[in-house]
Every structure is written in structure tokens, then in C-alpha cells.
């Protein structure tokens, strides 16, 4: 990479803070009808050093720029922890996944014991016991006595 590559971004010391005068003018014309064009040597050399960053982006010198280089390794904490923030995220969205399928199994699994109980009570009235003996040829007489409660709180 030589020096001519780049933008010349050396000033001319000899015109340095002085204005630039147009040549064409005559000595008749007045001095607003005179073009001067005044540019400090850090506007250009700020212009110059954009240049140069536009043109090595666009040519890619800008990966072998050694102010650059000293960067890589941050660059590479900042891909590692995006890498870690997308497997954390399609991992959270995944157990999310799981667990509504989970609940949604649950909530079908509750239904079913509350149908489950409510045959299990319907087959164990009286009325459906004394039929399923009676079917068997089974006799189910009830107590006629009266009902005694037992307090067992003392």
C-alpha cells in the first residue's frame, strides 16, 4: 500500500489562512462581486480523512487498518453474546412451547376426572347398586332401625 494511493492530504503551507481570489476578475469590479473561497487547513484535512474511511470501506482496507484490528476482540465478545442472546431466545421459545402444550394436556386430564367422578357417582347411588345386585340375583334388603348418630367430640 503506497501513499499515492490515498487522497493527498497534504496542505499547502504557502496559501495557508489566505484566501483563494478569482483570477477573472477585473480590477473595475467592486469587492462583493469578487468570488474569494477560504478553506482552514483542519476542514481539509477532516474532509480528506472522511475520504480516505469512505473509499477503505468500500475497498475493505478498512479490515487490515491496524486501529481497527485492535478492535477485533470486541467485536467477537459482541458476536459471541449475540449468538448466546438468539440460543437464549429460541431456547425460552421452545420451553414456552412445551409448556403450553403441557398445561393444555393438564386442563384435558382435569376434564376427564371430573367425568370420571361423575360416572363413578352416578354408578355408586343406591339406586344403581341395587340394580347391579339385583342383576346378579343378589337381595339387598335396607336397615329399618333407626339411624343413630355417634358424637365422637368431646
Known sequence: ????????????????????????????????????????AKLKKAIVAVANFIRSLFTGEIIINPTVSKGYDYLAYIAFLMLISIITLFSSLHMEIRVNRLSEQVRLLGERAVRTEEQRVKATTHSAIVKALSERGIDLTDCHEPVTIINTQR
Do not use: F
Not at 16 to 39: C, F, L, Y
Open 1 to 40: 500500500m503506497s501513499n499515492t494511493d490515498y487522497i493527498d492530504d497534504s496542505v499547502d503551507t504557502a496559501t495557508q489562512g489566505q484566501p483563494i481570489a478569482d483570477t477573472d476578475s477585473t480590477p473595475g469590479k467592486t469587492e462583493m462581486e469578487q468570488v474569494v473561497i477560504t478553506m482552514p
